[in-house]
């Protein structure tokens, strides 16, 4: 089977030779630029001085370029984007160095340099005259959003301010889609997948501050946005609503562009679920997201052959029956981590329902912190477990985040390549 053969199999729950295997074709299911520098130099892909491209500055993920994904035998590649969530294009490469010395390129527009305390400010359109909408602190590895809108004004709140970033899809944005599916539809066997209009990721709270705007209006306050879901509940689902309309007309637009040449696309990243349990009710999903999701799922399903991908974080077990009546088709990072969401029992009741797209490691404590033979025993196990009956895709819970040990990683690449295929 070609990569892309063996995708659309296992998301349609049919046979297949091998686990497909993803690693960076979406903003959850990547890996940190520093885990993926070291993994790329261990490899022999590149010497130690050479930097590897930081694609997305928000989360400070790596680019799993095609040199690694003929290494690891990768099966999923991304659609590109033109722009990032701080608004500028990822173009102009240069050269920059992470506080722990990995060397990288970033956008033109990143910022590198440090302020006075050594921390490296993000601008809304790469644009210093504008208030700095993220922060990665002196020796960190990631962006921390900066809220720049506290004061809630109740007069001023209107879904055009807290939509403002929600935009129809302009012609060259199509046109840009449409070469890049035809060529990787083309050129290659990779089954590809698209992150998403604008508009369809509800509630998604990395998106609330508004990284990209200069002047963010409406709730952009993450204890506020929370709070709002219960006591403006009626304002929230007229933004829904409003997101929902947007999300539709760029699903016309954009399948006009590319057709089915693509084979998923994510819908929502809002994480519903925290460690111990639920922190949105099945209750309040169901009045408030459940209607919208719904909407763009089945308008997916009537018009394209995509499959519907939502990432959702923490411990969902109870709100699976509803996700799946939503019409969601793959269920990302199935977080094994978190409360009664144990494997065995989530393929025996819901493994016909969904595709599990990650759950292949342990990213919170077996991946960075065990050893390697515990890292080689997981991922045998979670392969054998999600594996049976297909409906699985090789994935972390998760990106693979930073300092992560070499050896963990290598014992991770190997275990898989050992034991994805079928017999």
């Known amino acids: 089977m070609t990569s892309r053969e063996r995708l659309i199999a296992a998301i349609n729950h049919q046979p297949v030779d091998r686990i497909p295997f993803d690693l960076g074709s979406t903003s959850v299911t990547g890996i940190h630029v520093s885990s993926l520098h070291a993994l790329k130099v261990s490899l022999g892909l590149i010497a130690p001085q050479e930097p590897v491209k930081v694609v997305n500055p928000f989360l400070m993920l790596g680019e799993v370029d095609e040199a690694l994904r003929k290494c690891l035998e990768i099966d999923t590649i991304a659609l590109p984007t033109l722009g990032n969530a701080f608004g500028f294009e990822n173009n102009n490469w240069k050269p920059w160095k992470l506080f722990d010395g990995t060397p ?14 050594g921390n490296i400010l993000q601008y809304p359109k790469g644009d210093k005259r504008y208030q700095p909408s993220a922060c990665m602190p002196n020796g960190g590895f990631y962006h921390d959003p900066l809220i720049r809108k506290k004061e809630i004004i109740e007069s001023e709140l209107t879904i055009e301010n807290q939509t403002e970033e929600y935009t129809i899809l302009k012609e060259e944005n199509l046109r840009f889609y ?60 007229d933004v829904f609503a409003r997101m929902t309309e947007i999300a539709i007309e760029n699903l016309k637009l954009f399948y006009q562009a590319v057709g089915n040449k693509i084979q998923v696309i994510v819908v929502s990243a809002a994480d519903f679920g925290s460690q111990n349990g639920l922190f949105v ?31 959702t974080c923490g411990s969902v077990y109870p709100l699976l029956p509803d ?15 978190a409360v009664n969401m144990d494997p065995v029992q989530l393929k025996e009741k819901f493994g016909k329902l969904f595709t599990f797209w990650g ?31 297909n409906g699985f895709v090789w994935n972390a819970v998760h990106n693979i985040q930073a300092k992560v040990p ?7 690449v190997e275990t898989i390549q050992e034991h994805r295929d079928i017999h």
């Open 359 to 389: 759950g292949g490691v342990n990213t919170q404590k077996t991946l960075p912190f065990g050893s390697p033979d515990e890292v080689r025993e997981e991922v045998k196990y979670l392969i054998e477990v999600f594996g049976k009956n």
């Open 104 to 117: 990288v390129l970033v956008p033109g527009k990143f910022n590198i340099i440090p302020d006075i305390n």
């Open 281 to 311: 009710s099945q209750e309040l999903y169901r009045e408030l997201f459940k209607p919208f999701h719904h909407q763009v799922n089945d308008w997916i399903h009537r018009h394209t052959t995509w499959k519907t991908f939502i990432h």
């Open 178 to 237: 449409q070469a890049e599916a035809e060529r990787l539809f083309r050129d290659t066997q990779y089954g590809i997948i698209f992150r998403g209009v604008a508009g369809s990721n509800l509630g998604d709270i990395a998106h609330i501050p508004g990284c990209s705007l200069p002047d963010p209006k409406g709730i952009r306050d993450f204890e506020e946005w929370y709070i709002s879901l219960l006591t403006r509940k009626e304002f929230i689902k």
């Open 323 to 337: 996700l799946h009546e939503a019409g969601f088709d793959i269920l990302n990072p199935v977080q094994i981590s």
């Open 406 to 412: 070499i050896e963990n990683l290598k014992a991770l």
